[in-house]
């Protein structure tokens, strides 16, 4: 076993945002293939581990607090089908199990099933965390890992502006990207990925075109309507309040407005703070029911796993 270095860590894992998706195939053993220009937030959840405890050796006991804790532990109960357990799993199995078992605690601040990436934003904050707690762990064996467990945790490991292609693991940095003013709305309503997947009727669309080679607000705004997001159609025939979100969000004067992932999250992009917060005002007057919050995009990186 690894040689354990702290008895605690902290690791933020924040919302993914799709500022375009477009699926361009699909493989024979049924993985689908994406062409997306991802950003990240500075809001979402926490995950803390701590070792030793007084549990069994390489058990992993997870424990959910926050506005949406309760909800997901409801979703898991009497099952072990969450992407943190499954990351502490993949990573004990590699690199030796801890002596006295492991504590997991998520602070659970983004919806369930919501298209901003959650439950694969913690998973990559667990493996993380778990490299921080031993030596010798390499970025190259955290993502080795994290491929094995989704197509949105290698992006979510390194949390920055990326281009991501191929099935996920294709990913290409993007250096200078301007800061984004979003506003992002949920209205409480789990979408399962998959169904949207097995219901879009084209899987063979044309791959993004290239970004421009000097970044600004205004050019990645216009590029951006030159793009889509190809599951949005679909989504909204399945879950028809997506339709209700982007309305809502287009009558606040947003520079761009888009679902986000699979749904049913949508955000708007805005010119500054103020603006989205006048936003967020009018929505959640009008729709006091909806998750409604604001944020900014921002690049986290690799080493953002801290002791407290």
């Not at 040689?3 to 993914?16: D, G, N, Q, R, V």
């Not at 298209?115 to 934003?121: K, L, M, T």
């Not at 030159?226 to 309040?241: F, G, K, M, S, Y």
């Not at 982007?246 to 679902?259: D, I």
Request: aromatic fraction near 6%.
């Amino acid at each position: 076993m690894a040689e354990l270095l702290e008895s605690a860590i902290t690791c933020f894992a924040p919302a993914k945002i799709n500022l375009a998706l477009h699926i361009t195939g699909q493989r024979n053993d049924g993985y689908h293939l994406l062409d997306s220009l991802v950003v990240f937030a500075n809001i979402g959840d926490t995950i803390t581990l701590k070792t030793p405890q007084n549990n069994a050796q390489g058990t992993a006991i997870c424990q959910f607090n926050g506005p949406f804790g309760k909800q997901l532990e409801k979703t898991i109960a009497g099952t072990s089908d969450h992407l943190i357990l499954k990351a502490a799993e993949a990573f004990q199995n590699s690199f030796g199990q801890f002596e006295r078992g492991l504590s997991i605690h998520l602070e659970k601040r983004l919806p369930i099933a919501s298209g901003i990436g959650g439950g694969s934003a913690d998973a990559a904050a667990t493996l993380l965390a778990m490299g921080k707690l031993h030596s010798g762990i390499s970025q190259a064996d955290l993502q080795a890992m994290s491929e094995k467990l989704g197509a949105d945790v290698p992006m979510c490991l390194h949390s920055q502006a990326l281009q991501a292609k191929g099935i996920g693991t294709d990913l290409n940095l993007v250096n200078h990207m301007p800061k984004l003013h979003l506003l992002l709305i949920n209205p409480g309503i789990e979408v399962s990925t998959s169904k949207i997947f097995e219901a879009l009727e084209s899987k063979k669309n044309a791959p993004l075109t290239p970004l421009p080679a000097q970044l600004s607000f205004d050019n990645l705004i216009d590029w951006l309507a030159h793009q889509r997001n190809v599951l949005e159609p679909t989504a909204i025939d399945i879950t028809p309040q997506i339709g209700d979100l982007l309305s809502a969000l287009h009558n606040t004067n947003a520079s761009l407005v888009r679902m986000s992932g699979s749904g049913a999250t949508c955000f708007g992009i805005y010119r500054s703070t103020q603006a989205s917060k006048a936003a967020a005002e009018t929505i959640r007057n009008a729709q006091p029911h909806w998750w409604v919050e604001t944020t900014e995009t921002f690049d986290h990186g690799y080493d953002r796993a801290l002791a407290p």
